[in-house]
């Protein structure tokens, strides 16, 4: 009886670890600003496994490989300013996170500003 017990609580144990998706699928990004809203923004993109970009509520995305292992050019296009959203699809969701760094940021009008550390990518599984 002890041994069904045993059995019986490492099975929910074992059951009750999810790790959450797996497999290939998209990751949001988005670029945080804690300035004025941004019309646009250039990232450097670096990851395992990256397929693709893609558009998202609003932002229009281009991108190419750099030449470099696993490193993305992204460049992202906002018509009405505010929160820069693009989607990144990868061979497995489950594993480590992009990384990026920002390389040009313009104003909603168009306008250069300096791309310093105010500005945050942020990556999330849907």
């Known amino acids: 009886m ?3 017990m045993v059995g019986m609580v490492v099975a929910l144990l074992a059951g009750a670890c999810d790790t ?3 497999g290939p699928g998209d990751l949001n990004g988005s670029l945080e600003s804690v300035g004025a809203p941004l019309g646009g923004a250039v990232l450097e993109v670096v990851g ?3 397929q693709g970009f893609s558009s998202s509520g609003g932002t229009r995305v281009f991108w190419a490989a750099t030449g470099s292992t ?3 050019r992204v460049v992202l296009i906002q018509d009405s300013p505010g929160t820069l959203n693009f989607r990144v699809s990868v061979e497995a969701v489950e594993r480590k996170k992009p ?3 920002v390389i040009n940021v313009v104003s909603e009008g168009n306008l250069p500003l300096p791309a310093t550390t105010d500005y945050r990518v942020r990556f999330s599984r849907e």
């Open 99 to 101: 990384s990026a760094a």
């Open 70 to 72: 696993d490193t993305y």
């Open 48 to 50: 395992k496994g990256i």
């Open 2 to 4: 002890i041994r069904f």
């Open 20 to 22: 959450g998706p797996s």
